[in-house]
Every structure is written in C-alpha cells, then in structure tokens.
C-alpha cells in the first residue's frame, strides 16, 4: 500500500474533475475505488468522497455535513441499523484530533455528455461530529468540515 498524503497531490486542484472512481484512484487524489474514506484509524482521513448516498450529507459554502458509512440496505440503499465505528468512521474521529487536512471529492452533473463526474472541492478540516438519530430514525454519526483557506 501507498502512503498517506495529506493535502494537494501532484498538481491537482480544486475544480479538476474525473470522470469514474477509476480515475479516482489511478490518480490517487482519492485511492479506493468503492469507499467514501481513504484513512486509517492511526493517522487520519486523507479524501472523502460525497456521492449523495446519505439522506445527512449536505454540501454547502461553508461547512459540509458527511455521514458516517454502514447501516444501509444493500439493494435500497435507506438506512435499515445504527452505524457502527468502521475504519472510515475512526479516520474521520482521529483527523478531528490530528487537524490534517482532508481532501472532498464530490460528485456533480457534467457539463458535457457525460451523467456525472466527481470534482475535486478542496481541502476541507474536520472539525466536529456528532452520533445520534438521523432522518431514518437510526444512530448515525454526521462528521461537520471546513474549507481551509487556499485549500
């Protein structure tokens, strides 16, 4: 495996768009193909990715609100239990401690032929969270980040 990097990678930066997870990856703005979170429980989130999946994510100017993951029906996508710590979950916790900043991807309609795209928004701080009851009625945890200046 690679090693973590916090912040911009190569020459990439916010406004870049791509067009799959693939891409994604192989540029390694955000190196997992299928989760929302690239960190560990020891160092910290490095990317997360907002693909409008959970009913709490809410993306806007100034802070963005990014559910947790787990807990969902596989086939219809609600959320069927309470979330539980996974190592997405515990990247985020720790980044809320060690402040590094985290890279958000989101995806967005495209402006050509193309249905969607994910776009690169910046560097974002954790700075809080919360594990409560969500719109389902289920304990979800609902991590709050900040733009950083210049990120």
Same mark, same amino acid.
């Given at each position: 495996?690679? *090693? ?15 067009? %799959? ?20 429980? *020891? ?9 409008? *999946?959970?009913?709490? &994510? ?5 802070? /963005?609100?990014?559910?947790? %993951? ?5 086939? +219809? ?8 710590? +996974?190592?997405? /979950? ?21 402006? &050509? ?39």
């Amino acid at each position: 495996m690679s *090693q973590p990097v916090y912040g911009h990678v190569g020459s990439y930066r916010p406004g870049d768009t791509f067009r %799959n997870r693939i891409d994604l990856s192989l540029s390694r703005v955000h190196r997992p193909r299928r989760t929302g979170v690239c960190g560990t429980q *020891q160092l910290g989130a490095e990317s997360i990715v907002l693909a409008g *999946q959970y009913e709490e &994510d809410d993306f806007g100017e100034d802070e /963005i609100l990014y559910s947790g %993951n787990g807990g969902r029906d596989p086939k +219809t996508g609600r959320q069927i239990m309470d979330q539980v710590p +996974t190592t997405g /979950i515990l990247a985020l916790l720790r980044s809320i401690e060690t402040g590094l900043p985290v890279r958000v991807l989101r995806k967005v309609p495209a402006e &050509d032929d193309a249905l969607e795209v994910y776009r690169y928004e910046g560097l974002y701080q954790v700075v809080g969270s919360t594990y409560g009851p969500g719109k389902s009625g289920f304990r979800v945890y609902v991590f709050r980040l900040r733009p950083l200046i210049g990120g």
